[in-house]
Nanobody, 123 residues
Framework: QVQLVESGGGLVQPGGFLRLSCAASGSIVSINAMGWYRQPPGKQRELVAV???????KYAESVTGRFTISRDSAKNTVYLQMNSLKPEDTANYYC?????????????????WGKGTLVTVSS
């Protein structure tokens, strides 16, 4: 069994800070990339940030300069540090990962999604 477990969501005031965490667990062989997506109420899911196995990062224009994605390879964990939060950042945040895992005697590649964690930015 492989899964992504997210944590860190909650209620924060505008201008505040939050750090989201996402840990991949199971018989993981390798992780190609991990990222964060978000879905505001009534809107489409959108990419927030992604980090590759080589450490390169990409960010949505709306969060550039405020959010930082990072990885802890030893823990198979990705983080999203969110600073200067705005009400428009309110959304369900989803962790994703492209990875390879062991299944019996073979290795399979999959794209995983976490269940999501709610971030609410409001006074």
């Amino acid at each position: 069994q492989v899964q992504l477990v997210e944590s860190g969501g909650g209620l924060v005031q505008p201008g505040g800070f939050l750090r989201l965490s996402c840990a991949a667990s199971g018989s993981i062989v390798s992780i190609n990339a991990m990222g964060w997506y978000r879905q505001p109420p009534g809107k489409q899911r959108e990419l927030v940030a992604v980090i590759s196995s080589g450490g390169s990062t990409k960010y949505a224009e709306s969060v550039t300069g405020r959010f930082t994605i990072s990885r802890d390879s030893a823990k198979n964990t990705v983080y999203l540090q969110m600073n200067s939060l705005k009400p428009e950042d309110t959304a369900n945040y989803y962790c994703s990962a492209d990875l390879a895992y062991s299944d019996s005697a073979d290795v399979r590649g999959i794209h995983l999604w976490g269940k999501g964690t709610l971030v609410t930015v409001s006074s």
